[in-house]
């Protein structure tokens, strides 16, 4: 059973800075594509950034980049993502996923991701 954990969040200014992490059980780690998504009260949860098995392939939704940057250490079993320049809109709670399928690229649609973690909460005030 795989099982993800995000940890990392935190209540911060705007204008600050965190640095997520999601770290996953399992031996097959490199074998998949992971994904961050966010989730507000009352909203669908909102895809944010995906990274390829190998890190090469990334994807970004609008609002964060030039903001956020997601990253992989395979060695570790673990996806980062920094978050730079935040804003209050960035208020959610992030949650990692892995790619249900072994050795398939990274997509946007958060459908395409399981094994949610329990989350972790992003605050950021004005």
């Known amino acids: 059973q795989v099982q993800l954990v995000e940890s990392g969040g935190g209540l911060v200014q705007a204008g600050g800075s965190l640095r997520l992490s999601c770290a996953a059980s399992?031996?097959?780690?490199?074998?998949?594509?992971m994904a961050w998504v966010r989730q507000t009260l009352g909203k669908e949860r909102e895809f944010v950034s995906a990274?390829?098995?190998?890190?090469?392939?990334?994807n970004y939704v609008d609002s964060v980049k030039g903001r956020f940057t997601i990253s992989r250490d395979n060695a570790k079993n673990t996806v980062y993502l920094q978050m730079n320049s935040l804003k209050p809109e960035d208020t959610a709670v992030y949650y990692c996923g892995r790619r249900k399928l072994e050795w398939a690229r990274e997509t946007k649609n958060p459908g395409d991701y399981d094994y949610w973690g329990q989350g972790t909460q992003v605050t950021v005030s004005s």
């Open positions: 990274i390829s098995r190998t890190g090469l392939g990334i």
């Open positions: 399992g031996r097959t780690f490199e074998n998949y594509a």
